[in-house]
């Protein structure tokens, strides 16, 4: 069974910073891992789509990287901003969630 | 809005009451997916379909918990006799599965409380 962990569980920065969030999966048999935000109390917005031929993807201020062989993905956030305070969260093959990263951006 | 829907957005309950959920994912969207989230946990994958087939099922589906899609559009979770363990945010999801992409979209979520 796949597991994703998520480290940090928290992470609070100021406004101007690059910040990189981790999720690391145990099955490097995936064929694809997807990022999304979630506000609280709301729905997940989908991010940023890494089909497992690719080794990242961009969209912005983010970037989103795969490396299958050593189970890890990160995605990098440049000049973050108070608006980008949310959890994040990683999905392998759509049905393994991480348990995400609760960002702050302090202004 | 060609979002996912879901209905409704919050559900109270009394304990041993049967509930039921919809949802109605993005048209064309063949897949459809059931998810359960309590607070500060990532989401759990209940089940999922592709069309009218459910393809999968957690085990943390119980036997009080029953989805359908009947028709390979809409989909319904019901769960009977609820219990104060099944308080939850129920969120669904919809993909489409062809060659290459097969982004997830989520709805906004039925929040339930049983009391």
């Known amino acids: 069974k796949q597991e994703v962990t998520q480290i940090p569980a928290a992470l609070s920065v100021p406004e101007g910073e690059n910040l990189v969030l981790n999720c690391s999966f145990t099955?490097?048999?995936?064929?694809?891992l997807q990022w999304f935000r979630q506000d609280p109390g709301k729905g997940l917005t989908s991010l940023l789509l890494?089909?497992?031929?690719?080794r990242e993807q961009t969209s912005g201020r983010l970037n989103a990287s795969l490396d299958k062989s050593s189970g890890r993905s990160t995605l990098y956030i440049a000049a973050s901003q108070p608006g980008d305070s949310a959890t994040y969260l990683c999905?392998?093959?759509?049905?393994?969630f991480g348990t995400g990263t609760s960002l702050t951006v302090i202004p | 809005d060609t979002g996912v829907s879901q209905d409704p957005r919050h559900k109270i309950t009394k304990r041993g009451q049967n509930v039921t959920f919809r949802c109605d994912p993005i048209?064309?969207?063949?897949?459809l997916y059931w998810y359960r989230q309590t607070l500060g946990q990532g989401p759990e994958f209940l089940t999922y379909?592709?069309?009218?087939?459910?393809?999968?099922k957690s085990r943390l589906l119980s036997d009080r918990f029953s989805a359908e899609r009947p028709k390979g559009s809409f989909s319904t979770l019901e769960i009977q006799r609820t219990e104060q363990g099944d308080s939850a945010m129920y969120l669904c999801?919809?993909?489409?599965?062809?060659?290459?992409?097969?982004?997830?979209?989520f709805g906004p979520g039925t929040r339930l409380t049983v009391l």
């Open positions: 999801a919809s993909s489409v599965i062809a060659t290459g992409e097969s982004e997830q979209f």
């Open positions: 099955d490097s048999a995936i064929y694809n």
């Open positions: 890494i089909q497992s031929s690719q």
């Open positions: 999905v392998c093959e759509q049905f393994y």
């Open positions: 048209s064309e969207h063949n897949r």
């Open positions: 379909f592709q069309n009218e087939a459910q393809l999968e």
